[in-house]
């Protein structure tokens, strides 16, 4: 066996220097190392010799890549390439749309140390118009009261008032195949920071590795598709509903499909992987089992797990959906379990708002509602002039409507993780909710379900005895 480091990230700075003490040198590109590998299956040399060659030869090697990628249609060589983004100074809108994407390392600037003086993000949409003034001054009033908030709670609940304009900074690390994704997708994205975003980056990104980040373009299917659902539903026979309704009958976390038979098919999952035996001939199994004989093989299957462990991947065989109503602090934090299937409407402020506990407790609920008022004004106005540019000037409180789908598996880490008592309560609320849900339908696959905190004694109850930690 001998194993060699490829390469690793290195800063930009440390980079530019080298290219000044060595100013021939022009194999300073991730496209070699792409190059190189893609070269594997079919040359009979070692990779450490491929990486040489691909080192030596670098105009060789882009035009390696971009007919590998462009007539082979093997992109996954660009995955090889990685690259790392300081991002700074985009709105906590544009920030949503940037980690959408899955396949991503992002890691962001906690509002508590962003000042919040001027810096927000004026959308280009607005600019000029007859209601950017009224904008610049709701989200000023929004701040003043953060700035009020603050002295009298804790900053992560003050931060509720501020606008979706607020600046935020991120740190984004992403391999070559995904950063063109973002740039197809944002090409056809129509709000201009977005595209601002996406040329900026391009623009870095192309000048180093220019062969392996090749479909960039505007495209139909990313610009035109939901708007042809849109149309086709306008004219059938069903009627959207109007998203008008009451707010006091809205339900947080509500449960709208679920793997049927869930613990019998974990069950069959977790018989499948020991016994050699087919699916069908498992499940027949299964269903000659007592209820005792099933909940033994589950405990068999977490009795190990220690502290930091999670579940065994037949969990990923279960899953479940709910419709989860949420505020824009709340899903920046959902938004980050990104092996989830995520599908989120626009922010709808017939959906109400999520004041803290800690504001109502201080007595200022009734002047943190009276800004949400002048700031929905202002949203109207700004609609009206252009509807693209209206969330904006929204708050941290504003609400959505998500489809959250998740397997077993998946859900045991959103609860590890969001319902342990260090986790922020909006986001530990959400997170407790679904894990009862949860429990209704799957009782035994759920059965070591919870926070961090809470692990040890519910590992006691069943096992009589505390897990390694």
């Not at 060595?22 to 590109?29: E, S």
């Not at 009298?152 to 070559?176: C, H």
Request: hydrophobic share 40%; glycine share 4%; with cysteine.
């Amino acid at each position: 066996m001998r194993i060699n480091l490829a390469g690793y990230n290195i800063d930009t700075d440390v980079l530019e220097e080298m290219k000044q003490a060595f100013p021939q040198r022009q194999d300073a590109t991730p496209e070699t190392l792409s190059a190189a590998y893609a070269r594997i299956s079919r040359d009979p040399r070692e990779i450490d010799e491929l990486r040489k060659d691909s080192r030596r030869e670098v105009e060789k090697a882009r035009k390696s890549n971009s007919s590998i990628i462009f007539k082979m249609g093997h992109h996954s060589v660009a995955e090889h390439a990685v690259f790392n983004f300081d991002i700074i100074g985009i709105s906590r809108l544009a920030a949503e749309a940037l980690e959408h994407f899955r396949l991503a390392s992002f890691t962001e600037k906690s509002q508590r140390y962003i000042k919040l003086e001027n810096d927000f993000v004026i959308p280009d949409e607005i600019k000029g118009t007859s209601v950017e003034g009224s904008f610049i001054n709701a989200v000023k009033e929004q701040n003043a009261l953060y700035h009020k908030l603050k002295e009298k709670t804790l900053p992560e609940d003050a931060r509720y008032i501020t606008s979706l304009a607020t600046q935020a900074q991120l740190g984004l690390t992403v391999n070559a195949r995904n950063l063109e994704l973002i740039f197809r997708r944002f090409a056809s994205q129509p709000l201009a920071e977005v595209k601002e975003l996406s040329k900026k980056m391009f623009d870095l990104a192309a000048e180093i590795a220019p062969s392996i980040i090749l479909f960039t373009e505007e495209n139909d299917f990313d610009g035109k598709s939901y708007d042809e659902i849109k149309f086709e539903i306008r004219n059938s026979k069903f009627e959207i509903n109007s998203k008008f309704q009451m707010q006091n009958s809205i339900q947080e976390v509500k449960p709208v499909d679920f793997t049927k038979d869930a613990d019998d098919i974990l069950v069959t999952s977790l018989l499948f992987a020991v016994s050699g035996e087919g699916y069908e001939g498992c499940r027949e199994k299964v269903k000659r089992m007592t209820a005792e004989e099933k909940a033994a093989v589950v405990k068999a299957s977490v009795k190990y797990m220690q502290f930091y462990d999670t579940v065994l991947r037949e969990f990923e065989n279960i899953d479940l959906t709910f419709e989860v109503v949420l505020s824009a602090a709340c899903f920046a934090q959902l938004k980050r379990h990104r092996m989830a299937t995520i599908i989120a409407q626009p922010y709808d402020i017939a959906l109400g708002v999520t004041v803290p506990p800690s504001i109502k407790e201080i007595g200022m609920e009734k002047e943190f509602m009276e800004v949400i008022g002048r700031t929905e004004d202002v949203y109207e106005k700004i609609s009206k002039v252009s509807g693209l540019a209206a969330p904006y000037v929204l708050t941290n409180s504003h609400r959505r409507r998500v489809l959250f789908k998740c397997n077993a598996r998946e859900l045991y880490h959103v609860s590890r993780l969001r319902e342990d008592a260090h986790a922020q309560w909006d986001i530990r609320n959400i997170s407790k909710k679904m894990s009862e849900e949860a429990k209704k339908v799957m009782p035994l696959a759920m059965l070591l379900i919870g926070g961090k905190d809470a692990y040890p004694e519910v590992y006691r109850k069943i096992f009589e005895k505390c897990p390694k930690m």
